[in-house]
């Protein structure tokens, strides 16, 4: 960091000052913009922050996390300071940063637990019952750095987070991200769509439609909903309910669950292989491949409501693929993998992923009464 001195009022830079600050911003890359105008935080500010150098990567946590450097306006106005809440416990914050967004986190007691690429948050953060200390901390391109803090009181430990099909703020993708990086993988990139709050297939009147279909042969769509973040829970109960039109099309479907916190990611991903394998696969994420287990998988009747339950607990380092309920029958799977590591976006997220066949038929899926328990 550099020191920075500016005017305020009818003050003016002495001409040595203005001299040197132009010779440190151009020596560490920081376009110089005056004072005048300047948001408060950065013309104020007795510093130049050395700005990231490459803002593609995700920064490991700071744990504690790190004091204010001349921060921008940043809210918490969910929960309100010595509120009282139940857990999961919605968290609500927004940042005012004069550049671009590098990262947002929430920090619960210190440790990190959710991460955002974006200038606010909306989700539900777990907590042990009794006294916390909610910190939400945020840094932009710049570097500067907003910290923002409430204390609250867990009460009660609610199941999770049920009817999560009509929530807002569902993200997917296809073949590869923006940044080049694998995603659904697959030969191609999927035409899919999804369409909420609707009546008819639905269980209790406001499914989601997902379609797949497109050119591209093989070719996937990945949808994942990010609820939030915490540390407190490692057991998980992913319960939904599925109606496919077409139940020959699909190369497979894949369900998935993903916790992280402190560097590892714990995927529990799942995926009935109607086409390749006969069988359910679980994920393996240390290894990242998939791996048949013995549990059978044909292609589900079309338009039939079909019950999906997947239980799985976080084990040390490891994930537990404890047991799969499916269409009337249960199964004891019983196996474990080592997690993810080196993995620095702290989240507790579902997603289900949609796979084209080798002539891409089009198909539809519904999803309804979507809920993850965690406890």
Known sequence: MRWRECASGDQRLKPGTAILLIALVVAVGVRWKGCQGLPPNVANCPVIPTAPSNTSVIPP???????????????????????????????????????????????????????????????????????????VVAEDIAGYIATATTHVNVGMQLPGVSGIQNLQGWQSCSAALHNGYTCAAGL??????????????????????????????????LYWYPLGGGNSVSHFTYDLWFYVDDGNAPQSLEFDVNQAFGGSRWTFG??????????????????????????????????????????????????????????????????????????????????????????????????????LDAY
């Open 61 to 135: 946590a700071v744990e504690p996390p790190p004091p204010a450097l001349c921060g921008f306006p940043l809210t918490i106005s969910v929960p309100g300071e010595g509120a009282t809440v139940n857990s999961p416990a919605n968290v609500v914050a927004q940042a005012l940063p004069p550049d671009q967004i590098y990262w947002m986190r929430v920090y619960v007691d210190g440790a990190a637990i959710y991460y955002s690429f974006t200038d606010n948050v909306n989700q539900y953060i777990w907590m042990t019952s009794g006294a916390h200390t909610i910190e």
């Open 188 to 221: 191609g990139t999927a035409t899919s769509e999804l369409i909420q709050g609707q009546s008819s297939p639905s269980l209790d009147g406001t499914a989601a439609q997902f379609t797949m279909g497109g050119p591209h042969p093989y070719s996937n769509e």
């Open 270 to 371: 799942s995926q009935c292989d109607f086409n390749q394998t006969g069988e359910w696969n679980v994920w393996d994420p240390l290894h990242e491949i998939w791996v048949p287990i013995a549990v059978p998988c044909k292609h589900f009747p079309s338009q039939t409501w079909i019950h999906l339950v997947w239980n799985f607990e976080r084990v040390g380092n490891q994930v537990h693929y404890i047991n799969l309920s499916v269409a009337d029958n249960t199964y004891n799977v019983d196996v474990y993998y080592t997690a993810q590591p080196n993995w620095y976006q702290e989240e507790i997220d579902i997603a289900f992923q949609m796979d084209g066949n080798y002539k891409q038929q089009p198909y539809n899926v519904w999803l309804d009464e979507v809920t």
